[in-house]
């Protein structure tokens, strides 16, 4: 359960749309002052195709807004296809930020979901491909729990940068792709196999209720309440995918109205001092760290992790006590997020600027080797089929 109650805050509620049963899929967007936006959000939803959009609902969550947002979104509802939940609330300054927005957006809908559904968030300036609902049902449907979207920069927007803006954001997006497929040959794991990206972003997820509910709702941090739900839904070894079919295009603007957001991400890209985003970690650390998880998880399936105690204590640098206390949680992903925080060897060691082109060229040799093993497991293995037919 969340650490930290909500806020008691008045919802003011407007409906529009069709009524009828209880939706099978809610979409909770957390929205300030976005009247210049929000329009081409609510038009790329209404035009999803392959799902029935009058059993869709979306939900809007206006924090804050001192625009227009609320009188375009009303002018907007009697022509949309979905039932559309209009709430507004005014937070207070220690609450009144991304995190708590979309969480008390997600509780909402939470609320009204059926039991078996899902619940499906993106952010108010970012315009869903015309498949989007359906390839989150379509992952959904195919026994994950929780779905991350592939996100990507409008590109209009991206070309109004500065050319050191672009070329820093070219290799950062370069060097995700490929830790992204080490990590994914390393650690391998069939529900989330490669191809597929790393990213874990508000602007498009995916959850069921059911997991939802297990990790205690959507935890209200100011700044990165995305990616702490995918950890959340990790450490009870929740399925996630990071689908490569489910995709957005998001703001490239610098003014953005999170923070912590892309918006910053982007911003800070002119400062040569500032760590790349917190997915690029260097290139030896992040084949070390899936290396680790994979031998860890096999030990752990195996039911061989107590005998082991001394040796991964001994490469961890952590006490054998500690390893013993983590070892018994319920879930391997709650005892590797332990393990994450107890070891000096698993502390993340990020990009910074001045390195990002040469950890680029380490990790692309790592990729390098990781997909001519995986070759080579290819062919000894049709080999091995060929013998056993002869």
Request: with cysteine; hydrophobic share 40%; glycine share 6%.
């Amino acid at each position: 359960m969340s650490a930290t109650p909500d806020p008691k805050v008045t919802i003011a509620v407007e409906r529009f749309g069709p009524s009828g049963g209880i939706p099978h899929t809610v979409i909770a967007i957390p929205v300030k002052d976005e009247d210049q936006r929000i329009a081409a959000c609510l038009s790329s939803l209404s035009t999803q195709e392959g799902v029935t959009l009058s059993d869709v609902t979306v939900l809007l969550m206006l924090n804050n807004c001192t625009d227009g947002t609320a009188d375009t979104v009303r002018a907007l509802a009697p022509s949309l296809p979905f039932r559309l939940e209009l709430h507004q609330v005014a937070l207070d300054p220690a609450h009144a930020n991304a995190g708590w927005a979309r969480r008390l957006a997600m509780e909402a809908a939470a609320q009204i979901v059926a039991a078996d559904g899902v619940l499906m968030t993106t952010d108010a300036d970012t315009i869903l491909h015309c498949d989007w609902i359906e390839a989150n049902l379509r992952e959904i449907e195919a026994g994950h729990d929780a779905v991350a979207g592939y996100v990507m920069a409008d590109p209009t927007e991206l070309m109004e940068l500065p050319p050191a803006i672009l070329e820093r954001g070219r290799l950062e997006w370069e060097y995700q792709q490929l830790a992204a497929e080490l990590d994914a040959r390393v650690d391998y794991e069939a529900h989330d196999a490669w191809p597929r990206h790393n990213q874990n972003c508000g602007a498009s997820a995916a959850v069921t209720l059911r997991a939802y509910r297990l990790i205690g709702g959507l935890p209200p941090r100011p700044v990165g309440e995305d990616r702490a739900l995918f950890e959340m839904i990790r450490r009870i070894d929740g399925k996630i995918r990071h689908s490569l079919e489910v995709q957005v295009v998001t703001s490239a603007r610098t003014d953005g109205r999170a923070s912590g957001g892309l918006a910053d991400e982007i911003r800070l890209r002119t400062d040569p001092d500032h760590p790349c985003d917190e997915a690029l970690e260097v290139a030896v650390a992040t084949l070390r760290r899936a290396q680790w998880r994979f031998e860890l998880r096999q030990a752990w399936d195996d039911g061989k992790i107590d005998a082991l105690t001394d040796a991964w204590s001994k490469t961890l640098r952590i006490d054998p006590e500690d390893f013993r206390t983590a070892a018994h949680r319920r879930h391997f992903g709650a005892f590797w997020a332990e393990l994450e925080g107890l070891s000096p060897k698993l502390v993340r060691h990020l990009v910074t600027p001045v390195e990002l082109k040469r950890e680029h060229r380490r990790i692309r040799r790592l990729v390098d080797i990781a997909r001519n093993r995986a070759k080579a497991k290819a062919r000894a293995e049709r080999e091995a089929a060929r013998r056993r037919v002869a």
